[in-house]
Every structure is written in structure tokens, then in C-alpha cells.
């Protein structure tokens, strides 16, 4: 077991409404501003601190106890580091009640306060997260800073701004040497998405989000997830909407994926209350009623209202009846809004990556 550098800095979290809670800092500190949001899973930090789905937010955790495993290392692994989900921290700032200052796991290669600073991301520790949960529960997702002193700094939005530019690759990148070739639009792709397409015998082509799809050459299509407002991405809808138009070669999206899709499709999308962003949140597959449970992380959903003739919903929340992925009625198009690759995270759903690749197969004529 090692023990962490102990901080006693104070540190204050604002809410848009005025609430102030103050804390200790564990992390870098520096003040910051973004849009606060909690997950209530019990494990998968290291997961959740590197998703680029993140990106411009204030991360509140439910569960009690963080920072007991620490921070994993850095190995490479088909060219992606292997214990994340991206090469580096993607959220504003973390918000925890205990933060662990022993810590031990076999992968452990400093603590998570440590790794906090490397990245130059505050952590503030000592705050009644549930209590916190329940405000954002009741009066939606709010727009937060964090504060050390008198350093005071204004609020920023960043659901305003186009996030998934900021996140895409900027070049292309090739991984594995696979039988069916992968273009995968990266608008904030969660590596995990990228190690089970390679283990299905696929070449995996990573494009920017804005990457033209016109006389392309690959046998499936897949939308990543990403961050902030679908609508703000409208390169990619643009691309999306002309390549489904006369392509039948299999579409697979998954999250923004899912929305963007949509976008393409002609329906549309909402920013939901406070979002989904845990581990255990249950959908029902349309036509079935088979339940799964599934990991989910995001802000904006699907309005089934808005789905044309052609398309019909794959999955429903079964919280909250929300979208959780749709398909087309005749062409291999499909999506969901959760994560079937989850790390950490139940993996119920991994057979859809099955489904990909066999629809691929079909129209292959194998």
C-alpha cells in the first residue's frame, strides 16, 4: 500500500443558483469553470476521467470512497494505452466526498491526486456528493466553477461550443490489419470502441469528425461517441446524411453516434435534465422485451417522436422511456445511445459488435 501527498488547501465549488460548498483540494490547483454533472458508478475512474465525452465538465462521483486503486500506468497496447480511454484526462475538474490517500492495486503507478496534477486538473475532496446529486437531480445539470481564495473567474458553458472538433484526431490512423476495413468517425472515441472492432478481425480507419465520406473506400461505417451538443457537429451530420442516402454498406453508432444519426436521418434531439452517467442503467430492446443492463454517458437524447417511417427505436431507457438506439426498417443502419463496449462497465451488450461485423459479412455477399 503507499500513501498519497496529503493537501489541506480549501478549495469552493459555485453553482450557477449561488450554492457554495467548500472542500480540500487533492488535485491541481487552479481555478476552472464547466458544466457539473454526477455518475454514480462504483468503479471505472480512471475510464470515466479519460472519455472525451467529458470534455468541459465538472465531474461530481456518488460513490463514497475514490482514489483506493490510484492511477493506472501507461502501457501501449495496439498503439492505444491500454488502462484508458483516451491518451489524457478529459474532464474540467473531479468532485469525490473521501478521497483515498492509500492506495494499492497491481496497476498502480501513482495516486490519482498525483495524476490529477500531472494533467493540471483540480479535485476537490470533503463534499457531500449525494447531497450535491440531489440538487442537480431536482434542478437539473448547472453550470459550476471551482475557485482557490479570492481567485474568482466567470462561468463558461460549454455545451455553446463545438467540443467534438476539439477532441477529434486531426489526422487519419490506421490500427490492426483485419480482414473488413472500419472507417471510424472519431467525434470523441472511447478507445474500447477501437480494441472490439480489432478483435473482430477489422483494419479500423480513424477519420476527424469532419472527414468526407464521399468515394471512400471500407466495408462498415461506425459514429463514435463524443461530447456536447449533436447539433453543433454539422459537418458530420452533412456527411452522414449524403453517405446514407445512396450507400447501403452497414452503419453502426454508438452515443453522439446515435444522435448524429438521428440528425442525419431528419429527426432530432434534446439536452435531457441531468443526463445518464452511470454503469447500471437498465434499456429494453424494442420487439423483444429482453432488458440489458448497460453503461451510459451523455447529455442530449434521440426524440422518437421525431423518428420518420424508415426508422423505428432499437432500444428504450427503461427509467425514463428515453431513446437508447434505433434502427432502419430495410438498410443495415444502426445505433445506440449506450455504451456496449463500457470499461468499466457491464459488457451485456457486446453482441452488437457481432451484429456489425455479420452485417457486414452480408452485404459482402459471404
Known sequence: MKIADQSVAEVTLILEDGTRVTGKSFGYESPVSGEVVFNTAMTGYPESLTDPSYKGQILVLT???????????????NELLRF????????TALVVSDY????????????????LKENKIPG???????????????????LGKIIFGQDDIPFYDPSKENLVAQVSTREVQTYGNGKYRILLVDCGVKYNIIRYLLQRDTTVIRVPWDYSLKDTD???????????????????????KNQMSDDDRPVFGI?????????????DTYKLKYGHRS??????????????????????????????????????NINDGTNEGMIHTSRPFFSTQF?????????DTAFLFDEFIGKIKIHKGE
Open 339 to 347: 455504451h456496449p463496449e463500457a470499461s468499466g462497465g457491464p459488457t
Open 100 to 115: 483515498s490517500f492509500h492506495y494499492s492495486h497491481w496497476n498502480a503507478k501513482d495516486s490519482l491526486g498525483q495524476w
Open 218 to 240: 471500407y466495408d462498415g461505417l461506425f459514429i463514435s461517441n463524443g461530447p456536447g451538443d449533436p447539433k453543433l457537429c454539422n459537418l458530420t451530420i452533412e456527411n452522414l
Open 63 to 77: 460513490y463514497p470512497l475514490v482514489g483506493n486503486y490510484g492511477a493506472p500506468k501507461e502501457e501501449m497496447e
Open 279 to 316: 454503469h447500471n442503467q437498465p434499456v429494453l430492446q424494442a420487439d423483444t422485451n429482453k432488458a440489458y443492463i448497460t453503461s451510459q454517458n451523455h447529455g442530449y437524447a434521440v426524440d422518437n417522436k421525431t423518428l420518420s417511417a424508415e426508422w423505428k427505436p432499437l432500444f428504450i
Open 255 to 267: 452515443c453522439l453516434g446515435n444522435q448524429l444519426m438521428a440528425l442525419a436521418s431528419g429527426a
Open 84 to 91: 484508458q480511454e483516451s491518451n489524457k484526462i478529459h474532464i
Open 124 to 142: 476537490i475532496y470533503g463534499v457531500d456528493t449525494r447531497a450535491l446529486t440531489k440538487k442537480l437531480r431536482e434542478k437539473g445539470t448547472m
